[in-house]
Protein backbone atom coordinates (compact mmCIF):
# COMPACT_ATOMS: atom_id res chain seq x y z
CA UNK A 1 0.00 0.00 0.00
CA UNK A 2 2.61 2.65 -1.32
CA UNK A 3 -0.38 4.99 -1.84
CA UNK A 4 -2.94 4.69 1.66
CA UNK A 5 -5.04 7.03 -0.13
CA UNK A 6 -5.97 3.98 -2.65
CA UNK A 7 -5.21 1.36 -0.53
CA UNK A 8 -7.67 -1.54 -1.86
CA UNK A 9 -9.72 -3.39 0.81
CA UNK A 10 -8.95 -7.04 -0.22
CA UNK A 11 -11.89 -9.67 -0.71
CA UNK A 12 -11.07 -11.89 1.28
CA UNK A 13 -10.90 -9.63 3.85
CA UNK A 14 -14.25 -8.63 3.70
CA UNK A 15 -15.46 -11.82 3.54
CA UNK A 16 -13.46 -12.86 6.93
CA UNK A 17 -14.95 -9.67 8.61
CA UNK A 18 -18.23 -11.32 7.74
CA UNK A 19 -17.57 -13.70 10.57
CA UNK A 20 -17.18 -10.94 13.19
CA UNK A 21 -19.71 -10.24 15.47
CA UNK A 22 -22.15 -7.26 15.30
CA UNK A 23 -23.50 -8.30 11.63
CA UNK A 24 -26.73 -7.81 10.59
CA UNK A 25 -29.39 -10.31 11.00
CA UNK A 26 -30.02 -12.75 7.65
CA UNK A 27 -33.67 -12.92 7.13
CA UNK A 28 -34.76 -11.71 3.25
CA UNK A 29 -34.96 -14.38 1.06
CA UNK A 30 -35.23 -13.79 -3.22
CA UNK A 31 -39.02 -12.51 -2.76
CA UNK A 32 -38.35 -10.07 -0.22
CA UNK A 33 -35.24 -8.89 -1.89
CA UNK A 34 -37.82 -8.39 -5.42
CA UNK A 35 -40.34 -6.78 -2.95
CA UNK A 36 -37.95 -4.65 -1.67
CA UNK A 37 -36.49 -3.26 -5.18
CA UNK A 38 -39.85 -2.70 -6.47
CA UNK A 39 -40.79 -0.88 -3.35
CA UNK A 40 -38.24 1.28 -4.17
CA UNK A 41 -38.51 2.13 -7.89
CA UNK A 42 -42.18 2.11 -8.05
CA UNK A 43 -43.56 5.30 -6.72
CA UNK A 44 -42.75 8.63 -7.46
CA UNK A 45 -41.21 7.91 -10.79
CA UNK A 46 -44.78 6.72 -11.66
CA UNK A 47 -46.78 9.11 -9.55
CA UNK A 48 -44.62 12.35 -9.82
CA UNK A 49 -41.63 12.83 -12.05
CA UNK A 50 -44.00 11.42 -14.73
CA UNK A 51 -46.07 14.78 -14.99
CA UNK A 52 -42.96 17.10 -14.66
CA UNK A 53 -40.73 15.42 -17.33
CA UNK A 54 -43.43 15.10 -19.94
CA UNK A 55 -44.65 18.51 -18.66
CA UNK A 56 -41.60 20.31 -19.12
CA UNK A 57 -39.05 17.81 -21.00
CA UNK A 58 -40.93 15.31 -23.35
CA UNK A 59 -44.02 15.49 -24.25
CA UNK A 60 -45.42 11.76 -25.45
CA UNK A 61 -41.52 11.01 -25.81
CA UNK A 62 -41.27 10.11 -22.56
CA UNK A 63 -41.83 6.42 -23.40
CA UNK A 64 -38.84 6.81 -25.07
CA UNK A 65 -36.95 8.17 -22.39
CA UNK A 66 -37.84 5.46 -19.71
CA UNK A 67 -36.22 3.07 -22.02
CA UNK A 68 -33.10 5.24 -22.09
CA UNK A 69 -32.88 5.44 -18.44
CA UNK A 70 -34.11 1.55 -18.55
CA UNK A 71 -30.82 0.88 -20.44
CA UNK A 72 -28.66 3.09 -18.31
CA UNK A 73 -30.14 1.01 -15.37
CA UNK A 74 -29.91 -2.70 -17.26
CA UNK A 75 -26.03 -2.49 -17.61
CA UNK A 76 -25.68 -0.69 -14.60
CA UNK A 77 -28.01 -3.32 -12.60
CA UNK A 78 -25.85 -6.23 -13.72
CA UNK A 79 -22.30 -5.00 -12.75
CA UNK A 80 -24.12 -4.32 -9.65
CA UNK A 81 -25.24 -7.84 -9.23
CA UNK A 82 -22.22 -9.27 -9.93
CA UNK A 83 -20.10 -7.26 -7.33
CA UNK A 84 -23.22 -8.55 -4.84
CA UNK A 85 -22.62 -11.79 -5.84
CA UNK A 86 -18.87 -11.65 -4.88
CA UNK A 87 -19.25 -8.90 -1.90
CA UNK A 88 -22.21 -9.96 0.16
CA UNK A 89 -22.03 -7.25 3.11
CA UNK A 90 -23.43 -3.79 3.77
CA UNK A 91 -22.03 -0.94 2.09
CA UNK A 92 -23.35 -1.50 -1.80
CA UNK A 93 -21.26 0.46 -4.46
CA UNK A 94 -18.89 1.79 -1.44
CA UNK A 95 -17.71 -1.72 -0.93
CA UNK A 96 -17.34 -2.12 -4.44
CA UNK A 97 -15.31 0.49 -5.33
CA UNK A 98 -12.92 0.25 -1.82
CA UNK A 99 -12.16 -3.12 -3.33
CA UNK A 100 -10.99 -2.22 -6.69
CA UNK A 101 -9.92 1.50 -6.64
CA UNK A 102 -9.22 2.00 -3.17
CA UNK A 103 -10.49 4.18 -0.24
CA UNK A 104 -10.27 7.49 -1.75
CA UNK A 105 -12.67 6.48 -4.28
CA UNK A 106 -14.19 4.16 -1.76
CA UNK A 107 -14.83 7.36 0.31
CA UNK A 108 -16.22 9.55 -2.84
CA UNK A 109 -18.99 6.94 -3.80
CA UNK A 110 -20.08 6.43 0.08
CA UNK A 111 -20.70 10.62 0.53
CA UNK A 112 -22.16 10.05 -2.86
CA UNK A 113 -24.74 7.68 -1.80
CA UNK A 114 -25.51 9.60 1.24
CA UNK A 115 -26.52 11.85 -1.57
CA UNK A 116 -28.14 9.70 -3.31
CA UNK A 117 -30.38 7.88 -0.31
CA UNK A 118 -30.65 10.72 1.46
CA UNK A 119 -31.70 13.38 -0.64
CA UNK A 120 -33.94 11.23 -3.20
CA UNK A 121 -35.67 10.13 0.68
CA UNK A 122 -36.54 13.81 0.48
CA UNK A 123 -37.12 14.09 -2.59
CA UNK A 124 -39.77 10.67 -2.27
CA UNK A 125 -41.36 12.49 1.03
CA UNK A 126 -41.92 15.62 -1.17
CA UNK A 127 -44.30 13.66 -3.33
CA UNK A 128 -46.04 11.58 -0.97
CA UNK A 129 -47.50 15.05 0.68
CA UNK A 130 -48.64 16.30 -2.39
CA UNK A 131 -50.74 13.01 -3.04
CA UNK A 132 -51.31 12.80 0.83
CA UNK A 133 -52.97 16.39 0.02
CA UNK A 134 -55.07 15.20 -3.18
CA UNK A 135 -56.37 11.84 -1.17
CA UNK A 136 -57.89 14.15 1.66
CA UNK A 137 -59.33 16.60 -0.80
CA UNK A 138 -61.23 14.30 -1.97
CA UNK A 139 -63.18 14.34 1.41
CA UNK A 140 -63.24 18.21 1.31
CA UNK A 141 -60.44 18.61 3.95
CA UNK A 142 -57.56 21.03 3.56
CA UNK A 143 -54.35 22.41 5.41
CA UNK A 144 -53.05 25.63 6.26
CA UNK A 145 -51.60 26.66 2.73
CA UNK A 146 -48.27 27.77 4.88
CA UNK A 147 -48.25 23.75 5.57
CA UNK A 148 -48.09 22.32 2.41
CA UNK A 149 -45.14 22.71 0.66
CA UNK A 150 -41.77 23.94 0.85
CA UNK A 151 -41.09 28.11 1.21
CA UNK A 152 -39.95 28.49 -2.18
CA UNK A 153 -39.71 26.69 -5.26
CA UNK A 154 -36.84 26.32 -7.96
CA UNK A 155 -38.75 27.36 -11.76
CA UNK A 156 -35.97 27.65 -15.10
CA UNK A 157 -32.75 27.84 -13.02
CA UNK A 158 -34.50 30.67 -10.50
CA UNK A 159 -35.74 30.50 -7.04
CA UNK A 160 -39.32 31.31 -6.96
CA UNK A 161 -40.79 31.95 -3.50
CA UNK A 162 -44.19 30.07 -2.61
CA UNK A 163 -46.79 30.65 0.21
CA UNK A 164 -45.89 27.82 2.18
CA UNK A 165 -43.59 28.11 5.07
CA UNK A 166 -42.92 24.40 5.54
CA UNK A 167 -43.94 20.80 4.09
CA UNK A 168 -45.61 19.32 7.27
CA UNK A 169 -47.02 16.01 5.83
CA UNK A 170 -43.84 15.36 4.58
CA UNK A 171 -42.21 15.71 7.93
CA UNK A 172 -44.45 13.22 9.54
CA UNK A 173 -44.39 10.59 6.88
CA UNK A 174 -40.43 10.62 7.45
CA UNK A 175 -40.89 10.23 11.00
CA UNK A 176 -42.96 7.50 10.98
CA UNK A 177 -40.93 6.00 8.28
CA UNK A 178 -37.96 5.88 10.66
CA UNK A 179 -39.96 4.73 13.76
CA UNK A 180 -40.48 1.39 11.73
CA UNK A 181 -37.07 1.48 10.60
CA UNK A 182 -35.61 1.38 13.70
CA UNK A 183 -38.10 -1.56 14.88
CA UNK A 184 -36.05 -3.99 12.62
CA UNK A 185 -35.55 -4.97 8.93
CA UNK A 186 -37.87 -7.95 9.17
CA UNK A 187 -40.46 -5.60 10.35
CA UNK A 188 -39.78 -3.27 7.22
CA UNK A 189 -39.75 -5.75 4.91
CA UNK A 190 -42.88 -7.25 6.00
CA UNK A 191 -44.23 -3.83 5.78
CA UNK A 192 -43.14 -3.34 2.60
CA UNK A 193 -44.06 -6.08 1.01
CA UNK A 194 -47.54 -5.27 1.81
CA UNK A 195 -47.33 -1.80 -0.05
CA UNK A 196 -45.88 -3.46 -2.84
CA UNK A 197 -48.94 -5.47 -3.10
CA UNK A 198 -51.34 -2.73 -2.94
CA UNK A 199 -49.38 -0.27 -5.47
CA UNK A 200 -48.88 -2.65 -8.33
CA UNK A 201 -52.58 -3.46 -8.41
CA UNK A 202 -53.62 0.09 -8.49
CA UNK A 203 -50.64 0.58 -11.26
CA UNK A 204 -52.24 -2.67 -13.14
CA UNK A 205 -55.73 -0.73 -12.74
CA UNK A 206 -54.25 2.64 -13.82
CA UNK A 207 -52.99 0.68 -17.21
CA UNK A 208 -55.92 -1.65 -17.88
CA UNK A 209 -58.91 0.94 -17.28
CA UNK A 210 -56.62 4.08 -18.79
CA UNK A 211 -56.30 2.18 -21.89
CA UNK A 212 -59.94 2.51 -22.77
CA UNK A 213 -59.42 6.26 -22.46
CA UNK A 214 -56.68 6.71 -24.18
CA UNK A 215 -57.22 9.34 -27.55
CA UNK A 216 -54.13 8.75 -30.24
CA UNK A 217 -54.26 12.46 -31.17
CA UNK A 218 -52.46 13.15 -27.58
CA UNK A 219 -49.50 11.47 -28.53
CA UNK A 220 -48.82 14.35 -31.64
CA UNK A 221 -46.71 15.72 -31.74
CA UNK A 222 -44.93 12.70 -30.11
CA UNK A 223 -41.92 14.61 -29.49
CA UNK A 224 -42.54 18.47 -29.32
CA UNK A 225 -39.36 18.85 -27.76
CA UNK A 226 -37.16 17.09 -29.86
CA UNK A 227 -35.10 13.79 -29.47
CA UNK A 228 -32.03 15.14 -28.20
CA UNK A 229 -31.63 17.55 -25.28
CA UNK A 230 -28.00 17.00 -25.07
CA UNK A 231 -25.33 19.58 -23.31
CA UNK A 232 -22.26 19.91 -21.83
CA UNK A 233 -21.62 21.42 -18.55
CA UNK A 234 -24.10 24.41 -19.59
CA UNK A 235 -23.60 24.60 -23.07
CA UNK A 236 -26.62 22.78 -25.44
CA UNK A 237 -25.13 20.67 -28.21
CA UNK A 238 -27.79 19.50 -29.39
CA UNK A 239 -31.68 20.07 -29.18
CA UNK A 240 -33.63 23.02 -27.85
CA UNK A 241 -33.54 24.86 -24.85
CA UNK A 242 -36.14 26.12 -22.45
CA UNK A 243 -37.08 29.60 -21.21
CA UNK A 244 -33.88 29.10 -18.48
CA UNK A 245 -31.12 28.08 -21.28
CA UNK A 246 -31.53 24.17 -19.78
CA UNK A 247 -31.77 21.83 -22.36
CA UNK A 248 -35.12 19.84 -23.25
CA UNK A 249 -35.96 16.95 -24.98
CA UNK A 250 -36.15 13.01 -25.21
CA UNK A 251 -32.85 12.69 -23.36
CA UNK A 252 -32.83 15.13 -21.16
CA UNK A 253 -36.12 13.41 -20.00
CA UNK A 254 -34.29 10.73 -19.66
CA UNK A 255 -31.66 12.51 -16.86
CA UNK A 256 -34.92 13.73 -14.89
CA UNK A 257 -36.67 10.71 -14.66
CA UNK A 258 -33.31 8.53 -14.21
CA UNK A 259 -34.74 9.33 -10.62
CA UNK A 260 -37.87 6.65 -10.56
CA UNK A 261 -34.91 3.82 -11.15
CA UNK A 262 -32.42 4.07 -8.68
CA UNK A 263 -34.24 1.37 -6.26
CA UNK A 264 -32.90 -1.29 -7.33
CA UNK A 265 -29.25 -0.58 -6.53
CA UNK A 266 -30.75 -0.56 -2.82
CA UNK A 267 -31.08 -4.14 -2.92
CA UNK A 268 -27.44 -4.31 -2.89
CA UNK A 269 -27.63 -2.63 0.51
CA UNK A 270 -29.39 -5.40 2.09
CA UNK A 271 -26.77 -8.26 1.04
CA UNK A 272 -25.83 -8.44 4.88
CA UNK A 273 -29.36 -9.21 5.77
CA UNK A 274 -29.89 -12.16 2.49
CA UNK A 275 -29.78 -15.86 3.45
CA UNK A 276 -28.49 -16.72 0.61
CA UNK A 277 -26.57 -13.37 -0.52
CA UNK A 278 -24.64 -14.96 -3.66
CA UNK A 279 -27.99 -15.86 -5.46
CA UNK A 280 -30.98 -13.99 -4.11
CA UNK A 281 -29.10 -10.38 -4.42
CA UNK A 282 -28.95 -10.50 -8.13
CA UNK A 283 -31.89 -11.91 -8.39
CA UNK A 284 -33.72 -9.08 -6.84
CA UNK A 285 -31.86 -6.38 -8.41
CA UNK A 286 -32.19 -7.87 -11.70
CA UNK A 287 -35.77 -8.96 -11.57
CA UNK A 288 -36.83 -5.70 -9.83
CA UNK A 289 -35.40 -3.50 -12.71
CA UNK A 290 -36.98 -5.83 -15.43
CA UNK A 291 -40.95 -5.60 -13.88
CA UNK A 292 -40.55 -1.90 -13.26
CA UNK A 293 -39.55 -0.89 -16.93
CA UNK A 294 -42.04 -2.74 -18.22
CA UNK A 295 -44.91 -1.14 -15.84
CA UNK A 296 -43.16 2.64 -16.19
CA UNK A 297 -43.14 2.42 -20.20
CA UNK A 298 -46.87 1.35 -19.98
CA UNK A 299 -48.05 4.14 -17.36
CA UNK A 300 -46.00 7.04 -19.15
CA UNK A 301 -48.22 5.97 -22.69
CA UNK A 302 -51.29 5.94 -20.97
CA UNK A 303 -50.50 9.06 -19.09
CA UNK A 304 -49.68 11.10 -22.10
CA UNK A 305 -52.35 9.00 -24.59
CA UNK A 306 -55.21 10.62 -21.54
CA UNK A 307 -53.71 14.08 -21.30
CA UNK A 308 -52.28 16.06 -23.34
CA UNK A 309 -48.70 16.86 -22.44
CA UNK A 310 -48.86 20.40 -21.77
CA UNK A 311 -51.91 19.72 -19.71
CA UNK A 312 -50.89 17.41 -17.36
CA UNK A 313 -50.72 18.01 -13.70
CA UNK A 314 -46.90 17.67 -12.34
CA UNK A 315 -47.90 16.83 -8.63
CA UNK A 316 -49.89 14.69 -8.79
CA UNK A 317 -50.31 13.95 -12.41
CA UNK A 318 -51.71 10.06 -12.86
CA UNK A 319 -54.77 10.89 -10.47
CA UNK A 320 -55.47 14.31 -12.12
CA UNK A 321 -55.09 12.51 -15.31
CA UNK A 322 -58.40 10.22 -14.35
CA UNK A 323 -60.44 12.90 -13.31
CA UNK A 324 -59.80 14.72 -16.47
CA UNK A 325 -61.40 12.21 -18.26
CA UNK A 326 -64.40 12.17 -15.94
CA UNK A 327 -63.22 9.50 -13.67
CA UNK A 328 -63.62 11.23 -10.61
CA UNK A 329 -64.16 7.88 -8.48
CA UNK A 330 -60.70 6.58 -9.62
CA UNK A 331 -59.19 9.26 -7.69
CA UNK A 332 -59.84 7.93 -4.39
CA UNK A 333 -58.15 4.89 -5.81
CA UNK A 334 -55.07 6.51 -7.39
CA UNK A 335 -54.06 8.19 -4.42
CA UNK A 336 -54.08 5.29 -2.07
CA UNK A 337 -52.33 3.43 -4.31
CA UNK A 338 -49.86 6.17 -4.88
CA UNK A 339 -50.12 6.96 -1.09
CA UNK A 340 -48.78 3.56 -0.43
CA UNK A 341 -46.28 3.16 -3.13
CA UNK A 342 -44.52 6.21 -2.70
CA UNK A 343 -44.54 5.16 1.51
CA UNK A 344 -42.22 2.00 0.63
CA UNK A 345 -40.09 4.28 -1.78
CA UNK A 346 -39.32 5.98 0.90
CA UNK A 347 -38.91 2.83 3.27
CA UNK A 348 -36.31 1.76 1.23
CA UNK A 349 -34.59 4.39 0.32
CA UNK A 350 -34.18 5.53 4.32
CA UNK A 351 -33.37 1.80 5.19
CA UNK A 352 -30.14 1.92 2.48
CA UNK A 353 -28.82 5.18 3.48
CA UNK A 354 -27.82 3.76 7.35
CA UNK A 355 -26.09 1.12 5.86
CA UNK A 356 -23.99 2.43 3.40
CA UNK A 357 -22.83 4.50 6.28
CA UNK A 358 -22.44 1.55 8.74
CA UNK A 359 -20.08 0.10 6.15
CA UNK A 360 -18.12 3.65 5.84
CA UNK A 361 -18.02 3.67 9.85
CA UNK A 362 -16.91 0.00 9.91
CA UNK A 363 -13.62 0.82 7.95
CA UNK A 364 -13.22 4.09 10.44
CA UNK A 365 -14.02 7.03 8.00
CA UNK A 366 -17.33 7.63 9.92
CA UNK A 367 -17.39 7.55 13.98
CA UNK A 368 -18.19 3.78 14.56
CA UNK A 369 -19.52 4.56 18.04
CA UNK A 370 -22.40 6.64 16.34
CA UNK A 371 -22.64 4.97 12.75
CA UNK A 372 -21.48 1.72 13.43
CA UNK A 373 -23.54 1.35 16.56
CA UNK A 374 -26.24 -1.76 16.31
CA UNK A 375 -29.61 -2.07 18.89
CA UNK A 376 -29.00 -4.87 21.16
CA UNK A 377 -32.87 -5.90 20.52
CA UNK A 378 -34.00 -4.61 17.29
CA UNK A 379 -30.65 -5.49 15.32
CA UNK A 380 -30.94 -1.92 13.04
CA UNK A 381 -28.17 0.70 12.70
CA UNK A 382 -30.68 3.08 14.95
CA UNK A 383 -28.61 5.70 15.52
CA UNK A 384 -28.21 6.98 11.70
CA UNK A 385 -31.15 5.96 10.93
CA UNK A 386 -32.61 8.35 13.60
CA UNK A 387 -30.01 11.06 12.02
CA UNK A 388 -31.41 9.72 8.39
CA UNK A 389 -34.80 10.46 9.24
CA UNK A 390 -33.94 14.11 10.98
CA UNK A 391 -32.19 14.83 7.44
CA UNK A 392 -34.74 13.39 5.33
CA UNK A 393 -37.85 15.52 7.26
CA UNK A 394 -35.61 18.52 6.94
CA UNK A 395 -34.92 18.59 3.68
CA UNK A 396 -38.29 17.00 2.43
CA UNK A 397 -39.57 20.38 4.41
CA UNK A 398 -37.89 23.05 2.88
CA UNK A 399 -36.62 21.99 -0.44
CA UNK A 400 -38.94 22.31 -3.71
CA UNK A 401 -39.07 18.89 -5.34
CA UNK A 402 -37.38 19.97 -8.98
CA UNK A 403 -34.47 20.83 -7.26
CA UNK A 404 -33.90 17.79 -4.72
CA UNK A 405 -34.87 15.06 -7.85
CA UNK A 406 -31.99 16.81 -10.17
CA UNK A 407 -29.45 16.92 -7.62
CA UNK A 408 -30.31 12.88 -6.51
CA UNK A 409 -29.96 12.16 -10.37
CA UNK A 410 -25.99 13.51 -10.75
CA UNK A 411 -25.57 11.84 -8.06
CA UNK A 412 -26.91 8.26 -8.46
CA UNK A 413 -25.34 8.51 -12.37
CA UNK A 414 -21.57 8.68 -11.10
CA UNK A 415 -22.38 5.65 -8.54
CA UNK A 416 -23.27 4.00 -11.69
CA UNK A 417 -20.58 4.93 -13.91
CA UNK A 418 -17.63 3.91 -10.92
CA UNK A 419 -19.65 0.41 -10.21
CA UNK A 420 -19.23 0.08 -14.57
CA UNK A 421 -15.47 0.95 -13.92
CA UNK A 422 -15.20 -1.22 -11.31
CA UNK A 423 -16.17 -4.20 -12.78
CA UNK A 424 -13.92 -3.79 -15.89
CA UNK A 425 -10.96 -3.26 -13.20
CA UNK A 426 -11.87 -6.03 -11.14
CA UNK A 427 -11.85 -8.35 -13.91
CA UNK A 428 -8.27 -7.20 -14.72
CA UNK A 429 -6.53 -7.18 -11.54
CA UNK A 430 -8.41 -9.85 -10.27
CA UNK A 431 -9.42 -12.60 -12.93
CA UNK A 432 -9.22 -15.71 -10.62
CA UNK A 433 -11.95 -14.51 -7.47
CA UNK A 434 -15.42 -16.56 -7.41
CA UNK A 435 -17.72 -14.59 -9.21
CA UNK A 436 -21.35 -16.46 -8.14
CA UNK A 437 -22.89 -13.95 -11.28
CA UNK A 438 -21.04 -13.17 -13.80
CA UNK A 439 -22.23 -10.41 -15.80
CA UNK A 440 -22.65 -11.09 -20.09
CA UNK A 441 -21.31 -9.68 -22.50
CA UNK A 442 -17.96 -7.84 -20.72
CA UNK A 443 -16.29 -5.56 -21.21
CA UNK A 444 -18.62 -4.44 -23.71
CA UNK A 445 -21.47 -4.11 -21.17
CA UNK A 446 -19.72 -2.42 -18.10
CA UNK A 447 -18.37 0.39 -21.19
CA UNK A 448 -22.19 0.96 -22.07
CA UNK A 449 -23.28 1.86 -18.93
CA UNK A 450 -20.52 4.22 -18.13
CA UNK A 451 -21.32 5.75 -21.85
CA UNK A 452 -24.77 6.31 -21.30
CA UNK A 453 -24.66 7.37 -17.54
CA UNK A 454 -22.43 9.79 -18.49
CA UNK A 455 -24.56 11.15 -21.81
CA UNK A 456 -27.03 11.68 -19.19
CA UNK A 457 -24.90 13.22 -16.93
CA UNK A 458 -23.92 15.37 -19.30
CA UNK A 459 -27.95 15.85 -20.14
CA UNK A 460 -28.46 17.32 -16.56
CA UNK A 461 -28.55 21.09 -16.26
CA UNK A 462 -24.76 22.72 -15.00
CA UNK A 463 -26.18 23.93 -11.88
CA UNK A 464 -26.28 20.03 -10.68
CA UNK A 465 -22.79 19.71 -11.56
CA UNK A 466 -21.88 23.04 -9.35
CA UNK A 467 -23.82 21.60 -6.55
CA UNK A 468 -22.55 18.13 -7.05
CA UNK A 469 -18.50 19.51 -6.29
CA UNK A 470 -19.94 21.47 -3.48
CA UNK A 471 -21.24 18.37 -2.18
CA UNK A 472 -18.24 16.16 -2.58
CA UNK A 473 -15.74 18.90 -1.45
CA UNK A 474 -17.82 19.07 1.79
CA UNK A 475 -16.79 15.12 1.59
CA UNK A 476 -13.40 15.78 1.35
CA UNK A 477 -13.13 18.08 4.22
CA UNK A 478 -14.65 15.47 6.58
CA UNK A 479 -12.13 12.59 4.66
CA UNK A 480 -8.92 14.43 5.08
CA UNK A 481 -10.00 15.74 8.56
CA UNK A 482 -11.49 12.77 10.23
CA UNK A 483 -11.65 9.75 8.03
CA UNK A 484 -8.19 9.41 6.69
CA UNK A 485 -6.51 9.66 10.30
CA UNK A 486 -9.11 7.21 11.94
CA UNK A 487 -8.94 4.33 8.67
CA UNK A 488 -8.87 1.15 9.57
CA UNK A 489 -7.19 -0.38 5.90
CA UNK A 490 -3.94 2.36 7.30
CA UNK A 491 -3.30 0.66 10.26
CA UNK A 492 -3.19 -2.64 8.79
CA UNK A 493 0.43 -3.93 8.05
CA UNK A 494 1.45 -6.09 5.66
CA UNK A 495 1.50 -9.22 7.82
CA UNK A 496 -1.51 -8.35 9.90
CA UNK A 497 -3.18 -8.97 6.28
CA UNK A 498 -1.69 -11.95 5.66
CA UNK A 499 -2.50 -13.60 8.84
CA UNK A 500 -6.02 -12.99 7.85
CA UNK A 501 -5.71 -14.50 4.54
CA UNK A 502 -6.94 -11.19 3.16
CA UNK A 503 -4.64 -11.83 -0.28
CA UNK A 504 -6.59 -11.75 -3.75
CA UNK A 505 -6.08 -15.07 -4.36
CA UNK A 506 -6.85 -16.85 -1.31
CA UNK A 507 -10.56 -14.55 -2.10
CA UNK A 508 -12.07 -18.19 -3.59
CA UNK A 509 -11.43 -20.02 -0.91
CA UNK A 510 -13.40 -17.83 1.46
CA UNK A 511 -16.91 -19.41 1.48
CA UNK A 512 -19.69 -16.51 3.09
CA UNK A 513 -21.93 -17.44 5.95
CA UNK A 514 -24.59 -19.37 6.09
CA UNK A 515 -28.22 -17.81 7.16
CA UNK A 516 -27.25 -16.97 10.90
CA UNK A 517 -29.52 -15.92 13.12
Known amino acids: ?64 SFVVSGLACIFAALCYAEFASMVPIAGSAYTYAYATLGELFAWIIGWDLVLEYGVGSATVAHGWSHYFQDFIGIFGFHLPAALTNAPFDFVNG ?57 NPANWHPFAPYGYAGISFFGHTLFGQTNAGGQPIGMLSGAAIIFFAYIGFDAVSTQAEEAKRPNRDVPIGIVASLIICTVLYIAVSA ?29 QLLISIGALTGITSVLLVMMLSQPRVMLAMARDGLLPRSFFAAIHERFQTPWKSTILTGCFVALAAGL ?29 RT ?52 YGRKHSVMHNYTAAELSRSGASLAGATRVEPPGPGK
Open 1 to 64: MANPLFARKPLALLLEEMKGENRLRRVLGPVQLTALGVGAIIGTGIFVLTGVAAHDNTGPALML
Open 158 to 214: HFVRTTSTIDLPAIVITAIITWILVRGIKESASFNAGMVIVKLAVVFFVIVVGAFYV
Open 302 to 330: ILTGMVPYNQIDINAPVSAAFQHVGLTWA
Open 399 to 427: LPLRLLAELVNIGTLLAFVIVCAAVLIMR
Open 430 to 481: DPDAERPFRIWGAPVTPILGILICLLLMFSLPVENWLRLVVWLAIGFLIYFG
